[in-house]
């Protein structure tokens, strides 16, 4: 969550902002596009993502007063990650790239059983246990026969050297 202290007019009100789920979807509903894609966002977009990454009961319009440097800020944390994470990086096929939407994100989640109380959470925590609940769902990979035998013969080689033996 990132807070900002914003002028009133009269004095500093401080607003909290969520990059989440929730604010993609409220994003998405209202314009009828999607939210992550690599197309740059238009500045009104941008104002008007903000105002839907409001937490709380804050008044709309200080938005529209934000600095440069805040705005700055926001994009920034947009932008940044929220967890430690990782999860391995494999090989994706290369083809059409499908159209990534709060709904599809909705769907991994109804998927993979992640409660929807998540939809809050910062956005990159979110995907991140989406890819390591799909990870850990995923059939461990048959090895190569090669790789059977190299690790054969580790295990021989170690238990010939624990018990002392020769083979």
Known sequence: ?????????????????????????????????????????????SIDYFKDMVVGDSDLDLVLKLTPEQLEQLSEYINESQTASSVPNEQKTVGQQETVTSELIYYWMTALQIDWRAEAWPLSRLMMVIEITNYKNQPEKERSRADMLARWRQENTKRKEEYNTNG
């Open 1 to 45: 969550m990132l807070e900002l202290k914003v002028f009133n007019g009269e004095s500093y009100e401080t607003i909290k902002f969520e990059h989440s789920l929730l604010s993609i979807s409220k994003w998405e509903s209202r314009t009828k596009k999607p939210f992550l894609t690599l197309e740059p966002k238009t500045a009104v977009d």
